[in-house]
């Protein structure tokens, strides 16, 4: 066989989202791009701020010599010094530029991540419903996911995840606001996570590390603050991306940030930067570098993407839906009306509406809603899931 | 310990190249950086092209709505399809959209490939001197690297690489024009390669992989024509990047390229797209893609960096220095007149001269030479080498 067994393997049980949306690529040549109602990707449909575009064009009419070559492998220090600054503000932590890396969006910064904590066997415990690449990301180096249930609201359940805490667990990976539910931790929770944490470090006579997620972190609603990690547990790594705040997922461009407080944490530093160089990240990319940097307080306006899950929640559990309320990103995450969330998922298609089955996230009975999508498609869509419902007489 | 035990070995054994440009920055700090003559980074001094920043600027001036959202994993299809139209006309093979795949430069592209190729324990042929992140990208993925001899002028000895190849082998990794050597591998070199694969092939059962890193395939000299890999071997991938040829190596942006005649190959761009995915680079920084679809027959001036070749080659073997001519990338690799590569590398430093040690690339007794710097730095250099050379009689 030319390809690798483990990669053979993991190619047979394709990601749902992927299959979702290859199935939505037929049914839109069959009845029309606009008319077919696509929420399979969170694949944000505003577009940047105008102070990026116009930093970008600035920038192109009066390029700066050198400014595509290669720079320090965690990044510019003029980029890292401005989002310390932003980190120290928010956190009330002494943060500096060393504490930061620039990386190849989030999904670059986990992987450096868990290529610099992770041994073979090493456990990280994620809490699901969750992002399924998680999965793959921690396995990439050895590492083992261990699956933690979340309450019927998916807040954390700190019970669970204090059971599933032992010898080999290196980590606890949250992601708040969470895709696929759309759901905020609040600041009690990860004050009580962080208190956990804290106890079973001791317990256990070393330090767990606390990833959090933050991919979606300017994306909350109903004026609520993100509670900042950093404040409640040492030993907290940051991750995030400017995919969605500034609406740049295709440019890959996010950081790391590890607490001052941290374990050793120079050499946490020296370790993440090798893993962004040695996997071949090598740096972030250079142009987007540079413009993402005056940026730290800026967002698109999270309003529309608000005002859309305001018109979306309101409907779907008007017309009987089971959905807990989000309070960031922009996924809603529906109990399934069937029990089988891949038959409630091909009903939808019926009405040619793509979702993604929950099970595509570690929580069958449920369907995933991406709304990045314009107004009229939501609003065309609702037709649809009213039928599906009456169908099923939720 | 907080981080990986892995990575902990792997930072104690730091990388030459980066222990000699932390050298040259203290150097940099006590001398002035105008008085120190850095070739320690193969970063290209060069601007990219006019055309390439003409493009960048009208983009900026006239964005297209989603041209900063994810496309598929793979890339956008315009731009590989364009990489695709060269490579057919460069090979006379059917290539198409679907044997390319975007990447996050070539040590992405290497990366994503050793991902999808490798099981635990397969090996991985590299002829050596060699770039020694090779050796992190394959162990990466439980590979093994297998280290063969070159002749005295750096080019390959096939009769070592018929040795080395055995039951466990997966792939043989080769890098023309060569860094550290400047090597360019010649079309006889390429063809007794292939016929030798195609020999061992048969004879293991299966098909060996040849993976082609050309990261510096437009920078060669002498009006010399690369050998097009793919017409002497049906198994190989190409790797390769827009950091040397466009000087755009902070931006990350490459592409990997399957031959249509590879076994499997529906099934190994999967794998690779798949890697792609799961390792974090989700898809190569969307706006490069844009702008190097149309650049594909473009380059620097190759002549500038022909000319520093010229002017250094004569000058350091006028002074007794013996080096092998190189006919490509932007290195040279001379013999050490010592035997300790590091202490001679030292003695240049006392010259405010940067280089680094062979052994950072597996061959002491050596040193390199990185001349993608001003003029005006090498004829800065040259009383310095001169009386390296003088004191060691070469």
Redesign the interface.
């Known amino acids: 066989?030319?390809?690798?067994?483990?990669?053979?393997n993991?190619?047979n049980g394709a990601s749902w989202v992927r299959r979702m949306f290859e199935e939505g690529e037929e049914l839109k040549r069959i009845y029309g791009e606009e008319n077919v109602y696509d929420f399979s990707?969170g694949?944000?449909n505003l577009?940047?701020p105008s102070s990026l575009?116009k930093a970008?064009?600035d920038?192109?009419?009066h390029?700066i010599?050198?400014?595509?070559?290669?720079?320090p492998n965690n990044g510019y220090s003029e980029t890292r010094k401005a989002i310390a600054e932003y980190l120290k503000e928010e956190s009330g932590l002494p943060f500096n530029e060393k504490h930061v890396v620039m990386t190849?969006?989030a999904?670059?910064?986990?992987?450096?991540i868990l290529?610099?904590?992770?041994?073979e066997g090493d456990e990280v415990i994620v809490p699901y419903p969750y992002f399924m690449?998680f999965k793959?990301?921690i396995e990439?180096?050895g590492g083992e996911i261990r699956l933690v249930e979340t309450n019927h609201d998916f807040s954390l359940n700190l019970s669970e995840i204090e059971k599933a805490i032992q010898a080999k667990t290196k980590a606890i990976l949250i992601n708040s606001p969470n895709n696929p539910t759309g759901v905020v931790y609040d600041h009690a929770c990860i004050e009580k996570l962080g208190d956990l944490l804290k106890k079973k470090s001791k317990e256990l006579g070393k330090?767990l590390?606390l990833i959090t997620d933050e991919a979606y972190r300017r994306i909350v609603f109903d004026q609520i603050h993100l509670p900042i990690v950093f404040r409640f547990y040492p030993?907290t790594i940051r991750v995030t991306s400017h995919s969605k705040d500034l609406?740049?997922?295709?440019?890959?461009i996010g950081y790391v940030a590890v607490s001052p407080l941290?374990?050793?944490v120079d050499?946490?530093m020296?370790?993440i930067v090798?893993?962004n160089?040695?996997?071949?990240?090598?740096?972030?990319?250079?142009?987007?570098q540079r413009l993402v940097a005056p940026l730290q307080r800026n967002s698109v306006n999270v309003r529309e993407y608000e005002e859309k899950r305001d018109l979306f929640y309101h409907a779907l559990t008007s017309f009987g839906y089971e959905v807990v309320k989000p309070q960031g990103a922009f996924y809603l995450f529906p109990k399934a009306p069937i029990e089988d969330d891949v038959a409630l998922v091909k009903e939808l298609q019926s009405k040619r509406i793509l979702t993604v089955p929950g099970r595509g996230f570690g929580k069958p009975g449920h369907f995933r809603i991406a709304y990045a999508v314009d107004k009229k498609v939501i609003e065309g869509s609702l037709p649809g899931f009213k039928e599906v419902a009456e169908k099923y007489r939720v």
């Open positions: 066989m030319a390809i690798s067994r483990k990669v053979k993991a190619l990707l694949n944000p577009e940047p575009k970008l064009k920038l192109a009419e390029p010599t050198g400014m595509h070559r290669y720079m190849v969006g999904a670059g910064g986990l992987n450096v290529k610099a904590l992770l041994d690449e793959s990301y990439n180096f330090n590390h030993h609406s740049l997922p295709g440019e890959r941290c374990e050793d050499e946490m020296a370790a090798f893993a160089r040695t996997l071949g990240f090598v740096n972030a990319p250079a142009l987007m």
